[in-house]
C-alpha cells in the first residue's frame, strides 16, 4: 500500500489567523480525499480532489498529482474549525482503497 | 453530500458474544462499501472492502473468521464481530461509494466496548 504523511501532527492557531496543512504520497493516486473529523468521530467530507485547486468558503484544497502531495489552506480560522483534519489517498490501480494519513489535531483559541 | 448511516451508534457487550453493526447509503447505491477502525488517538485503518453480492477482501492481519461482513444488496452491509473480546474494543467505521473513483462517504461510525 502506499505510505501517507501528514504535516504540522498538531496545530494551535489563534482565532483569525490562516494555516496550511500538507499531506504527501508516496505513490500516485487517483483518489485523495479532505475530512475533519468531529468530537462524535463523524468524518465530514472537505474535498475529493485528485488534481487540481478547490474552494469551499474559508477552505481551499490544491492537489499536484505530479508531485505527489495536497495541501489544505484553512482562512481565517474560527473555534469551530477545531478538530482533527484527515487526508487520505487511494493508489492508482489499488482499487480504490483509501489509506488515511496520521491526521493533524487543531485548535483554535480565542 | 451522500448520506451512510451505521447502527448502532455505540454497544457494550459481554466477553465471547457477537455483535453486528449495519452500515447503509440512503440515497446512493453503493457497489463498494469499506470497514475501517480507529483505536483512540489514531488514524482509521482499513479492514476489509466489500462488493455487493461477492465475498469482502480483508486487509492483512485482519482476521475473516472474527469479523464477517456481508454486503447484500447495493445499499446494505454488515460487519459482525464474532466472539468479541476486550481488545476488539474499538470505533468502527464503514464508507460507501458508487462505481467507479469516486468519493467516498463514511457513516457516523459505531463504538464497541466489549467488557
Known amino acids: 500500500g502506499i505510505q501517507v504523511e501528514q504535516s504540522p501532527p498538531d496545530l494551535i492557531l489563534q482565532e483569525g489567523a490562516n494555516s496550511t496543512l500538507r499531506c504527501n504520497f508516496s505513490d500516485s493516486v487517483n483518489n485523495l480525499q479532505w475530512f475533519h473529523q468531529n468530537p462524535w468521530g463523524q468524518l465530514i467530507n472537505l474535498f475529493y480532489i485528485p488534481s487540481g485547486t478547490k474552494q469551499n468558503g474559508r477552505l481551499s484544497a490544491t492537489t499536484v498529482a505530479t508531485e505527489r502531495y495536497s495541501l489544505l489552506y484553512i482562512s481565517s480560522s474560527q473555534t469551530t474549525d477545531s478538530g482533527v483534519y484527515f487526508c487520505a489517498g487511494a493508489r492508482t490501480g489499488g482499487g480504490n482503497k483509501l489509506t488515511f494519513g496520521t491526521g493533524t489535531q487543531l485548535k483554535v483559541e480565542l | 453530500g451522500a448520506v451512510v448511516s451505521q447502527h448502532p451508534s455505540w454497544v457494550i457487550c459481554k466477553s465471547g458474544t457477537s455483535v453486528k453493526i449495519e452500515c447503509r447509503s440512503l440515497d446512493f447505491q453503493a457497489t463498494t462499501m469499506f470497514w475501517y477502525r480507529q483505536f483512540p488517538k489514531q488514524s482509521l485503518m482499513l479492514m476489509a472492502t466489500?462488493?455487493?453480492?461477492?465475498?469482502?477482501?480483508?486487509e492483512q492481519g485482519v482476521e475473516k473468521d472474527k469479523f464477517l461482513i456481508n454486503h447484500a444488496s447495493l445499499t446494505l452491509s454488515t460487519l459482525t464481530v464474532t466472539s468479541a473480546h476486550p481488545e476488539d474494543s474499538s470505533f468502527y467505521i464503514c464508507?460507501?461509494?458508487?462505481?467507479?473513483?469516486?468519493?467516498?462517504?463514511f457513516g457516523p461510525g459505531t463504538r464497541l466496548t466489549v467488557l
Open positions: 464508507s460507501a461509494r458508487e462505481a467507479g473513483p469516486s468519493e467516498q462517504f
Open positions: 466489500s462488493n455487493e453480492g461477492s465475498k469482502a477482501t480483508y
